[in-house]
């Protein structure tokens, strides 16, 4: 059932991409995948640590079609990305699956009408890892997300003002926010603010987006985004996703790229240390250097 799902929404982005290909005024298609690597090696280090590997692979893809009733864009984002420390196995340290699509139509300078689309999730089984209280060299491990669980859908109808390329601020009175679990253990817990044992749950609000694409300097680049959501039924408790990226060119084929990412969401609710569940917000960053190849 996830896999069928995942696939239909795979196949509308792929049928919208095609389609906007298709008798077009203009039309921008950029793609990229980037694989990092990352080792240390320890033999008899007096100085103490332990050997580890990093793998990680990005994958990104956009299509910007203009035509005199409007400009359509599509944009795919994979991340995905591991890392071994000492003897322990490989566990995961980044995933991410984003799916998205924009419509907007100017009616004057800096302003447009905007529908959006936006869908995320992750390919692999989230996990955190406890220490076996009956055998302390041992880890229990306990599944807390995965493919679908959860997935969320986001659908904006709004207005965009853009005072240059490197600005845009999507404002969406009518926003739908809806949240999929489809995994059966994680939606008898109601994790994820799904009712216990229900797949979905439909949340109508505002939505605020705000994103910067700006060169900082030769070579250097930051793209940030900021998504703001507040559910009419609870007006003024404020879902937050701020994304920042920062990419350092070095040449053709390398480069280095520091990102991070802050979630606070009320529905989501975080094991603490002493084992009570409550709300957290959520960061991470991630240092990569690797290879970076454009597919077109």
Not at 9 to 32: E, F, G, M, P, R
Not at 108 to 119: G, L, Q, T, Y
Not at 265 to 291: C, E, P, R, T, Y
Request: proline fraction near 2%; glycine fraction near 8%; aromatic fraction near 12%.
């Amino acid at each position: 059932m996830k896999y069928a799902l995942l696939g239909a929404l795979c196949t509308l982005l792929v049928s919208s991409i095609q389609a906007q290909t298709l008798d077009s005024l203009q039309v921008n298609k950029t793609a990229n995948w980037g694989l990092n690597f990352a080792n240390v090696g320890l033999s008899n280090w007096t100085a103490g640590g332990e050997s580890s590997i990093a793998l990680g692979t990005v994958l990104n893809a956009k299509i910007v079609r203009k035509e005199n009733f409007g400009t359509w864009t599509s944009q795919f984002d994979f991340a995905l990305g591991g890392a071994r420390v000492g003897d322990k196995n490989f566990r995961k340290t980044d995933d991410n699956i984003i799916l998205q699509s924009k419509f907007t139509k100017k009616f004057s300078e800096k302003f447009r009408s905007s529908a959006i689309a936006v869908f995320r999730t992750q390919l692999l089984n989230g996990l955190v890892y406890k220490t076996d209280p009956e055998n302390p060299d041992e880890f229990l491990k306990e599944k807390i997300s995965g493919l679908l669980s959860p997935g969320y859908l986001s659908l904006n109808l709004g207005f965009d003002y853009e005072p240059g390329d490197y600005l845009s601020v999507s404002f969406a009175p009518t926003s739908g926010k809806f949240t999929i679990v489809t995994d059966r253990e994680l939606s008898e817990a109601g994790a994820f603010g799904v009712e216990k044992g229900k797949n979905t749950r439909s949340e109508l609000g505002v939505n605020l987006l705000v994103a910067v694409d700006l060169d900082i300097m030769e070579n250097m680049n930051l793209k940030s985004s900021l998504n703001l959501f507040t559910n009419y039924g609870t007006f003024g408790t404020i879902d937050t996703n701020w994304e920042n990226l920062i990419v350092m060119k070095v040449n053709k084929y390398f480069n280095a790229s520091l990102g991070t990412q802050l979630i606070y969401d009320k529905d989501i609710l975080i094991a603490k240390d002493d084992g009570s569940l409550g709300n957290a917000v959520q960061f991470k960053h991630i240092l990569n250097f690797g290879f970076n190849y454009a597919l077109f």
